[in-house]
T-cell receptor, first 112, second 112 residues
Framework: KAGVTQTPRYLIKTRGQQVTLSCSPISGHRSVSWYQQTPGQGLQFLFEYFSETQRNKGNFPGRFSGRQFSNSRSEMNVSTLELGDSALYLC???????????FGSGTQLSVL | GESVGLHLPTLSVQEGDNSIINCAYSNSASDYFIWYKQESGKGPQFIIDIRSNMDKRQGQRVTVLLNKTVKHLSLQIAATQPGDSAVYFCAEKVGGSYIPTFGRGTSLIVHP
């Protein structure tokens, strides 16, 4: 069974640009969560989607948004990029209730 | 690769030693706990979990101990191998919540 797939693997953007990251969950998983990982802050929860609905949201500004499609694939978007948005963005999928998360390898975003 | 190991507590051990990684959790209402392992360039990977009605749970070469009195969780790795070198995260979840809260992580370095 294929694991969680995130694309692209690496991304370099400049301040003010926007970016879209993609996540394909494990087949059958309907919950998709997004996390931001930085050396200083660790793993910070962004949002969680279930059946195309945002079920939970972390404490991030409105520049961070996401969506989930009917096939459970998810995208997250960051608009008006700032230097501080440089991080590893991780997607995780699960059956439900996020008890056991299966993570992708992440997208490493660098904002210059 | 990602610099997720910066600013983290570090545990250095020799190959073959037993390792103990500790975690203090924050919410006395948490009833489910998980340990994840993150190798360089990869997303976190589930290792073992434990519910609050248990004090100890064993897996293959790993044991998790839970002390609810002092809100402390530990991961013991027997006969540590170089392949165990990674960052280890504990996560806690309150019943009814969909979202686990991750600890800051501990970097384990195994010397051959």
């Amino acid at each position: 069974k294929a694991g969680v797939t995130q694309t692209p693997r690496y991304l370099i953007k400049t301040r003010g640009q926007q970016v879209t990251l993609s996540c394909s969950p494990i087949s059958g998983h309907r919950s998709v969560s997004w996390y931001q990982q930085t050396p200083g802050q660790g793993l910070q929860f962004l949002f969680e989607y279930f059946s195309e609905t945002q079920r939970n949201k972390g404490n991030f500004p409105g520049r961070f948004s996401g969506r989930q499609f009917s096939n459970s694939r998810s995208e997250m978007n960051v608009s008006t990029l700032e230097l501080g948005d440089s991080a590893l963005y991780l997607c995780a999928s699960s059956w439900d209730r996020s008890e056991k998360l299966f993570f992708g390898s992440g997208t490493q975003l660098s904002v210059l | 690769g990602e610099s997720v190991g910066l600013h983290l507590p570090t545990l250095s051990v020799q190959e073959g030693d037993n390792s103990i990684i500790n975690c203090a959790y924050s919410n006395s209402a948490s009833d489910y706990f998980i340990w994840y392992k993150q190798e360089s360039g990869k997303g976190p990977q589930f290792i073992i979990d434990i519910r609050s009605n248990m004090d100890k749970r064993q897996g293959q070469r790993v044991t998790v101990l839970l002390n609810k009195t002092v809100k402390h969780l530990s991961l013991q790795i027997a006969a540590t191998q170089p392949g165990d070198s990674a960052v280890y995260f504990c996560a806690e979840k309150v019943g009814g919540s969909y979202i686990p809260t991750f600890g800051r992580g501990t970097s384990l370095i195994v010397h051959p």
